[in-house]
């Protein structure tokens, strides 16, 4: 019996063994698996950092490339400058960057709005792995209107733009800052106001105001009062609402998707309630026939109060232009329900026909009455110059001032508004990045 219990005990001592060989063949296989699974692993990590730093150092300097240029000698700058003669391939020991070109043009009149497209790769030598990135630029080439660019200083500057920002208190990217270094401006007030009045003439005249509003025909002004400027060739279009004297106040509200605006003038209201692109216009009872209103407000005279009632000032397609030639005042938000861009274009100043109020053409932003943010959708075309009193002011549009006594913060945000001509206040021929943006896709495979 002893001896079949030792050969018990041997058959399981062998079969112990047995069964630990194949297990620490087992670990040992898997031990070097995983070593060749992270050496993959790490010579791939340390490929795409290869990658990952060339690509980056690449854009850097592409970027810069772009901004360093003078994009004004260029015609037509989508072709002979953005291709693949002036960005060549470049070539390294381990990997090689290209781009590919697209551009399209999505508004050509005046000026160009040209979107670029450049799809740059990295790839490895003789390996399948590639880093993406996408970068688009929004350029505007040409009369560009001075509302599409979201700061303009109609002043020669000594200092660099990034300065002036930061001792203005200003938040907004340099490059989206223009000033009469890089270009000059056409400001054809008169012509503006010419054709917002439809004057028979060429240059305004209080004789062809009085006959266009039914007055006495001579050369004297008008007397202060509020005038409807309907259309000579269609009854049914009202081209412009001019005033005569100041304007106490004017509220910006929206109600059963209509714009209205409650006009105080002379201490009484006026209501001007309406439908943007639609004959449907509440004003004065002058009309018994439906009305189009073409969103012009002239007023030869100051503004003492812009405010809004209501969550919103705008609707998202209202398209207002008020005219001052004397100075307007902002007391509070005047924001649309979209973010889109300006609703409301602000334009003061003055000429020989209208007379030059104390300190005429500036636009003049108060405290809110609870001190918080003013939030504008607004494009402000200033002969002056803008003064902002509020602790903080966001603009969802663009400012163009000779100059800016900010006594707070103003943040500028980006905005889409859609290309539009405007051909009284725009820039001299001018080319002009809008916006560059560049986002990464990752890891790609090509074969």
Not at 81 to 100: A, C, H, P, R, T
Not at 383 to 400: A, H, I, P, Q, T
Request: proline letters at 2%; aromatic letters at 10%.
């Amino acid at each position: 019996m002893k001896i079949k219990q030792d050969s018990g005990l041997i058959i399981t001592s062998l079969s112990l063994m047995i069964l630990l060989s194949f297990i620490g063949v087992s670990i040992l296989a898997s031990t070097i698996f995983h070593i060749k699974i992270l050496g993959a692993r790490n010579r791939k990590g340390g490929e795409v950092s290869i990658l990952q730093s060339g690509l980056i150092n690449y854009l850097h300097n592409f970027r810069e490339k772009v901004y360093m240029a003078n994009l004004n000698e260029y015609e037509f700058i989508e072709d002979d400058y953005f291709n693949n003669e002036g960005f060549s391939n470049l070539i390294k020991k381990d990997y090689l960057i290209s781009n590919m070109f697209k551009n399209n043009i999505r508004f050509q009149e005046e000026y160009k709005a040209i979107g670029i497209n450049n799809k740059v790769i990295a790839i490895l030598k003789d390996k399948k792995l590639a880093l993406e990135s996408i970068i688009n630029i929004d350029i505007l080439s040409g009369n560009i209107p001075i509302t599409a660019i979201p700061l303009f200083l109609n002043k020669k500057s000594e200092i660099s733009k990034a300065d002036f920002l930061i001792n203005n208190k200003i938040n907004l990217n340099s490059t989206s800052f223009i000033t009469k270094n890089d270009t000059g401006v056409k400001f054809d007030l008169d012509n503006f106001l010419v054709d917002s009045l439809d004057l028979n003439g060429k240059v305004l005249d209080w004789k062809d105001i009085r006959k266009r509003v039914g007055e006495e025909i001579n050369d004297t002004p008008l007397d202060n009062g509020i005038y409807s400027f309907v259309n000579v060739e269609n009854e049914e279009k009202l081209d412009a609402i001019f005033i005569q004297g100041d304007v106490q106040k004017i509220i910006f509200s929206i109600e059963d998707e209509k714009q209205k605006l409650l006009i105080t003038f002379e201490d009484k209201d006026y209501l001007l309630a309406y439908k943007p692109d639609k004959y449907d216009l509440i004003w004065k009872s002058e009309f018994e026939e439906p009305i189009l209103f073409n969103e012009k407000l002239i007023i030869n005279g100051s503004i003492f109060s812009l405010i809004s009632e209501g969550n919103f000032a705008f609707l998202k397609n209202t398209d207002l232009c008020l005219y001052s030639s004397g100075i307007v005042n902002i007391d509070s938000s005047l924001n649309s329900d979209s973010s889109v861009g300006s609703s409301l274009k602000i334009i003061t100043g003055y000429n020989e026909f209208f007379n030059k109020p104390a300190s005429g053409g500036k636009v003049i932003i108060n405290k809110d009455k609870d001190n918080s943010i003013i939030k504008l959708s607004v494009s402000i075309i200033a002969l002056d110059r803008v003064v902002n009193n509020n602790k903080e002011v966001e603009f969802n549009g663009s400012v163009f001032a000779e100059s800016i006594d900010n006594k707070g913060i103003i943040n500028f945000v980006p905005f889409n508004r859609k290309n539009a001509i405007d051909p009284y206040f725009t820039t001299e021929k001018f080319t002009f990045i809008k916006d560059f943006i560049v986002s990464l896709n990752g890891e790609v495979y090509y074969d």
